[in-house]
């Protein structure tokens, strides 16, 4: 969604913005001609590769890019080391990237057969086969259920459990059929692989996805200077439930009992929803890039008055 993007984060030259979720780089070089010529640019990524990636194709703006491996949730740890008291802006594209998805060896998806890996940070923190051969039944069915909303999360739990009393399960194309053969019809062609749900709810898992977004969108909103734009793009309804969520209780004003006749909680909005409604990809950007057709666009303004 570059171009919703660019309309609702809205960069001017001279601002500072943070893309929180770098990935190769594609926002972050339109952020950077936006707000050229001397718009500056931190660009953040809990994943090595990626800014390995993107510090290639961002090498042409010189000094106005500055790049971190850190997850978006350590945002105010960064500013602070580098002096900036705050944003015009902060884009966060949530959860894992096309380059992710389309890089076997990770083991984020099914479609090629890899290590169960699914750490965005390859350098630290429980794989997806540590989840899955260490975990109990009932533990993997909280996952399944929570994370993935699986309708079958016990099912496929327990045969987990009893098929790695045998062997441990070390690949992608194990799981995919051990979950393919525990739920009903899931040797009937589908419009999604029976698996889809619990490979999401392992990743989310195992990068704490969910926990990341709930404290990173909240931080964001802190580190906006007054008039600075936080937008996000979600890719499931459980990061967006939490996006959506946090938007309306940081855009409530006054909470007080309505029989008070003047307020006494003192609670201004920190920020304005840019979005009344969500906004989703064209149907002419989901031809060309079919993953586009789950993201969900939110946006907010910080209020002047909320310092």
Do not use: W
């Not at 609702?8 to 926002?27: E, F, N």
């Not at 971190?68 to 705050?86: D, Q, W």
């Not at 051969?133 to 996952?143: D, G, P, Q, V, Y």
């Amino acid at each position: 969604m570059p171009n919703e993007v660019l309309d609702y984060l809205a960069p001017t030259a001279g601002g500072v913005y943070l893309d929180g979720t770098l990935g190769a780089g594609g926002h972050s070089r339109l952020i950077l001609e936006a707000s050229s010529p001397d718009g500056r640019l931190i660009g953040l990524d809990r994943d090595p590769d990626a800014i390995a990636k993107a510090t290639g194709v961002l090498a042409p703006f010189g000094e106005r890019a500055i790049l971190r491996h850190k997850n978006f949730s350590e945002a105010p740890e960064v500013l602070a080391e580098l002096g900036i008291p705050g944003l015009d802006g902060m884009l966060l594209d949530l959860g894992v990237s096309s380059y992710q998805l389309d890089a076997s060896q990770r083991g984020f998806s099914f479609r090629a057969d890899a290590p169960l890996d699914m750490r965005m940070d390859q350098g630290r923190g429980e794989t997806a086969a540590d989840v899955v051969n260490t975990f109990s039944a009932e533990e993997l069915k909280r996952i399944f259920r929570e994370y993935g909303e699986e309708r079958y999360a016990g099912r496929i739990a327990r045969r987990i459990a009893k098929v790695r009393e045998e062997a441990p399960l070390k690949t992608t194309a194990e799981l995919a059929e051990l979950v393919r053969g525990a739920v009903p019809g899931g040797f009937v062609p589908a419009r999604i692989h029976p698996a889809t749900r619990v490979f999401q709810a392992l990743r989310i898992h195992v990068n704490r996805e969910l926990d990341h977004v709930s404290a990173g969108v909240r931080q964001a909103i802190d580190l906006l200077l007054p008039g600075g734009r936080l937008v996000v793009i979600s890719f499931h309804s459980l990061e967006d439930r939490i996006v959506k969520r946090i938007f309306r209780d940081e855009s409530t004003g006054c909470v007080c009992p309505p029989r008070l006749p003047v307020c006494s909680c003192g609670q201004v909005p920190k920020v304005k929803v840019l979005t009344r409604k969500a906004v989703r990809a064209t149907e002419e950007e989901i031809a060309e890039n079919p993953r586009s057709r789950s993201a969900v666009l939110r946006a907010v303004v910080r209020c002047p008055d909320s310092f």
